[in-house]
């Protein structure tokens, strides 16, 4: 089995294995995208509350989702890089880690722009907020160690450490909104007690 691993994760297998992958994928994530940002911007109804200044929500959820998802997937190619020597775990570290940044940015500027209207102010240091900030902040980090240095395995463990260190924040950030009174709205009510009209562009964006 772990022959067959690091067969696949040898560089020239990778390649090409991805190299067919990506055209699909790419098209299955555009129509989903486009799919879920037709019916959200365009057929949902309006909320009874904030009227149409919800709809940000299509762009503020998803993103905040991969800002964590992709975070998690670096932690499990660190521990990969840094347990089985794997040299393209790194790679992926590394590849992944602007990735995740720009979805975190976006993360936290819908959401300011979300929560002006609602909380009269840009930002607040709420636990979702600020845990969400220190997410950027680790992504930066990564991504300055991983130039920092000239050797790319050095490079790569140091990055490696640094994202495993980090990925106790994803937890405080999922969780922040049941341990904390915060002003953010928690998640279970965003999914479940949404209206269908409005949570099944959600899902697709």
Not at 55 to 69: C, E, K, N, Q, T
Not at 77 to 104: D, E, I, N, R
Not at 179 to 187: A, E, I, K, R, V
Request: overall charge positive; some cysteine.
């Amino acid at each position: 089995m772990w022959k067959t691993l690091h067969q696949l994760a040898a560089p020239p297998r990778l390649y090409q294995i991805c190299g067919r992958l990506v055209p699909w994928l790419a098209a299955a994530g555009i129509i989903a995208l486009a799919t879920g940002w037709a019916r959200g911007f365009g057929f949902a109804p309006a909320d009874y509350q904030q009227g149409e200044g919800y709809r940000i929500m299509y762009l503020h959820v998803p993103a905040a989702i991969w800002s964590m998802g992709i975070y998690a997937a670096m932690a499990v190619a660190a521990f990969t890089g840094l347990v089985w020597q794997m040299k393209m775990a790194s790679l992926a570290v590394a590849a992944m880690a602007p990735v995740g940044a720009v979805y975190t940015f976006i993360a936290l500027v819908t959401g300011a722009a979300w929560g002006k209207p609602m909380w009269g102010t840009w930002w607040v240091w709420d636990a979702r907020l600020t845990s969400e900030l220190v997410l950027l902040f680790l992504y930066a980090g990564v991504i300055a160690l991983w130039h920092a240095f000239d050797d790319r395995k050095m490079a790569g463990r140091a990055a490696g450490i640094l994202v495993l260190v980090g990925v106790v924040n994803l937890p405080v950030i999922h969780y922040s909104v049941e341990w904390w009174n915060t002003l953010h709205q928690g998640s279970t009510r965003m999914q479940q007690s949404i209206d269908p009209a409005m949570r099944s562009p959600l899902r697709w964006a």
